[in-house]
């Protein structure tokens, strides 16, 4: 299953048409927000703007929000509205940028994990196993590895685990057993290169074969779980007393991560000390006890929300 977007003719903050996507559980969100008017917001995935748009709607006139998106591509859905600061930045330097623009401490952050339709409708993007194009899946063309490098370059092993737990690929270890063996053969640069190098040892339907295996190789070209981490991480860091975190993730990799460090306010270990018997104190408030997914309306008018979930926590 892709976390792809669904297509949204309208930007709803530049009323010009774009391929990027509807805003999946976009109420569920402003409610998870709290928003208050006068605040600072941060939508750290900003693609086409629709939760920015939703959130610009109840700021008023000293009201701020900073939108982070690494692909330079969505800078041009950007409003005309001063109450706007675009980082063209990966969401994991949040703490770094919000210093840069003086705005330390916020009163939300907000996070959308899925990936923007128009990143899918690009062939040369090389995400989408619809079409025939370089095997690149960089959100930030800024970046050198693309996903062609990680099949030249990756050992067996980490082929396997790469495939096994960011693809959950039920042949993990035969597919990076293939991959070597061809290699060696030929190189594997395109997506029907791949296609032909691995045909042998495809299970099942071949589109969600391949779509795992591909989200499994985009996950690691972006670094995407890493950047979570650090995002997660520094939400404590920069958010107010009562401000809020809210994220949609697609899958259950990213929902894991979010529900333990909402539950847990860090990845360390939190064992009492031995020597004090001071436990670590979780900064953040649990608000969604279970995530929230997308209502019968909701799922019949865009079927891509039916994977996402949504988490919320508040700071102590």
Same mark, same amino acid.
């Given at each position: 299953m892709t976390d792809e977007k669904q297509s949204n003719p309208v930007n709803g903050l530049t009323n010009k048409p774009v391929s990027y996507?509807?805003?999946v559980l976009l109420q569920e969100c402003m409610t998870g927000l709290d928003i208050k008017p006068d605040g600072i917001y941060v939508d750290c995935t900003f693609g086409g703007g629709g939760h920015s748009n939703a959130i610009l709607k109840q700021l008023n006139e000293n009201g701020k929000l900073i939108v982070f998106d690494q692909d330079d591509a969505a800078r041009k859905n950007l409003p005309n509205d001063e109450r706007v600061i675009f980082v063209p930045q990966n969401f994991r330097h949040l703490q770094r940028f919000l210093r840069l623009h003086k705005a330390s401490m916020v009163d939300g952050i907000l996070a959308?994990?899925?990936?923007?339709?128009?990143?899918?409708?690009?062939?040369e $993007?090389?995400?989408s196993i619809r079409f025939d194009a370089a095997l690149d899946m960089r959100m930030d063309q800024r970046q050198l590895l693309t996903a062609a490098d990680i099949l030249k370059n990756f050992s067996e092993s980490q082929l396997h685990k790469m495939?096994?737990?960011y693809g959950e690929v039920t042949n993990a270890k035969t597919l990076a057993r293939t991959i070597v063996s061809q290699r060696k053969l030929a190189p594997? $640069?395109?997506i029907n290169e791949f296609k032909?190098?691995?045909?042998t040892v495809v299970k099942g339907n071949p589109q969600k074969y391949f779509a795992q295996v591909f989200q499994a190789l985009r996950i690691e070209v972006n670094d995407e779980l890493g950047a979570l981490r650090d995002l997660l991480q520094q939400t404590t860091t920069v958010l107010k007393p009562g401000g809020r975190v809210v994220i949609i993730t697609f899958h259950s990799l990213e929902d894991r991560i979010v529900k333990n460090y909402f539950r847990d306010g860090t990845f360390e270990d939190t064992a009492i000390d031995d020597i004090y018997g001071h436990r670590f104190e979780n900064p953040l408030t649990v608000i969604t006890k279970k995530p929230i997914i997308a209502s019968e309306k909701e799922l019949k008018e865009n079927n891509r929300s039916r994977s996402a979930k949504l988490r919320v926590a508040e700071m102590k």
């Open positions: 996507h509807t805003a959308d994990l899925g990936v923007s339709s128009h990143q899918f409708d690009e062939a $993007r090389g995400f495939f096994e737990q594997i $640069r395109t032909l190098a691995v045909h």
